[in-house]
Each structure stands twice: as C-alpha cells, then as structure tokens.
C-alpha cells in the first residue's frame, strides 16, 4: 500500500511538472541552501528479525544532511537535490527464549533524493507550505545484527557478537527508492515530516533463525521528522 501511494505521488509530481516546463525555458532563480536533521524511524518489510513470522519493532535512529533549492522562475516548482547520512533498520518484536535478549539490524547510508518541491501556498510570504516529492539513490555505508552485546547463535559461537550483512554479502549496497514529504517554512526556519521507500530489494540471502528469515522481497520504509534551517 505505501509503496503504491509513493509510486503515484512520484508519477503525479512528474506530470505536473512535464506540464508546467514543456514548451517555454525556465530561468532558474536565486540559489538556497537548507541544512537540516531530526529523528528516523524504520523497519524491513517482508522480513523477521530472528525468526520467520515476527513483525519486527520499528527501529529510531537519525536523518541528517542537506540540500541546494533551483527555484524555477514564476513557478510553484523547486529542483531540490540534496545528500543525508540516514539510520535505518529493525528490531525484532518478539522473544521467543526468555531471558534473552532482542537481535537487530541497523544500518547506515548515504541517501542522494532528487526531490521536486511544490509550494502549496504561503500566508504573507512569512509562513509558507511545501509538498516534495521524488526518486532517491542510496549507498550503504554499513549494516550490522547484533543482540546486545550477546552472541548471536550459542550453538555455533564462531559468529560472535556481530555480523557485518555487507561484508559477509547478505545484503545489498545500493538502493533506489521513492520519496515523499510535507514542509512547514516560517522565514529561514523549517519543519518537514515525510516518509522514504525501497523500490529494489534490499537483502541477497536468507540465512535463517536466530538470524533473520525472509518471506518476500525485504524493503526499507522509513519515516522521519527534521528540523532545518535554509540560507
């Protein structure tokens, strides 16, 4: 379902913007600046952490990063190209030996969105409201599971605390995904709340309990709230 929203947000923005550009040249205006960063919160579709069949936890991590504003002249559209470091991952929902304690995944990336930005309308060029939409680029920079500190299977220690899902080639690096977010502006001073997600698949193996399980093609959803500040 969300996978379908965003796809049709994405098409939407794109016609919109087809329809506005088509046929005249488009000054671009003054360049701005936004630098901004909040809290994240995420999980792994068709995923179990741990076993197959769990729901998993959402996992709160961090979004930082920014972005360059291309005001196309006499339009309502902005070409909003950005780079954010991006927490992601899950937790898994239910413990099935007591006692012990909680596997998880978490991951972070280099997030590229190519976002074009909508202004909704604005009250007295003070206050002023925003709809961006777009398709991003992501490249993994590291994924861990972990069980707090624990050894991750007691049976075969040989796996240790840690296991890097890069490295040992369970995971995939890259990602391409679709976006969609809703921004407050008052003067320099911004509020924006939105959600990201997978398009491509994002795991390249399963490797079973006490691990993680797959039933599907495993995606990230993530959504998040930032604050920021544009110059």
Same mark, same amino acid.
Request: net charge positive.
């Given at each position: 379902m969300t996978m379908n929203i965003l796809k049709n947000l994405f098409l939407a923005a794109s016609a919109m913007f087809a329809l506005t550009t088509v046929g005249q040249a488009q000054e671009l205006g003054k360049l701005r600046y936004r630098v901004e960063g909040g809290v994240a919160f995420s999980r792994i579709t068709s995923l179990g952490v741990h076993h197959n069949g769990d729901t998993g936890a959402y996992l709160t991590n961090f979004r930082a990063g920014g972005s360059v504003v291309l005001p196309f002249e006499e339009t309502i559209f902005s070409?909003?190209?950005?780079?954010? #470091?991006?927490?992601?991952?899950?937790?898994?929902?239910?413990?099935?030996?007591?006692?012990?304690? $909680?596997?998880?995944?978490?991951?972070?990336?280099?997030?590229?969105?190519? =976002?074009?930005?909508?202004?909704? +309308?604005?009250?007295? =060029?003070?206050? &002023?409201?925003?709809?961006? #939409?777009?398709?991003?680029?992501?490249?993994?920079?590291?994924? $861990?599971?972990?069980?707090?500190? =624990?050894?991750?299977?007691?049976? $075969?220690?040989?796996?240790?605390?840690?296991? =890097?899902?890069?490295?040992?080639?369970?995971? $995939? &690096? +890259?990602? +391409?995904? #679709?976006?969609a977010s809703l921004m407050y502006q008052y003067q320099h001073v911004y509020l924006r709340g939105g959600i990201d997600a997978s398009i491509t698949g994002q795991v390249k193996q399963n490797v079973g309990r006490p691990l993680y399980e797959i039933a599907g093609t495993p995606r990230y959803v993530t959504s998040y709230i930032t604050l920021g500040y544009e110059f």
């Open positions: 070409f909003t190209p950005g780079l954010y #470091v991006v927490g992601r991952g899950e937790s898994q929902g239910t413990i099935l030996e007591p006692g012990t304690k $909680k596997v998880r995944i978490q991951s972070y990336a280099l997030q590229l969105p190519l =976002d074009m930005s909508f202004r909704l +309308f604005s009250l007295n =060029d003070t206050h &002023r409201f925003f709809l961006n #939409v777009g398709p991003y680029f992501a490249y993994g920079l590291s994924a $861990k599971l972990t069980r707090g500190g =624990d050894l991750l299977n007691p049976e $075969k220690s040989s796996l240790g605390t840690s296991l =890097d899902l890069y490295q040992n080639g369970y995971f $995939k &690096r +890259f990602e +391409f995904g #679709v976006g």
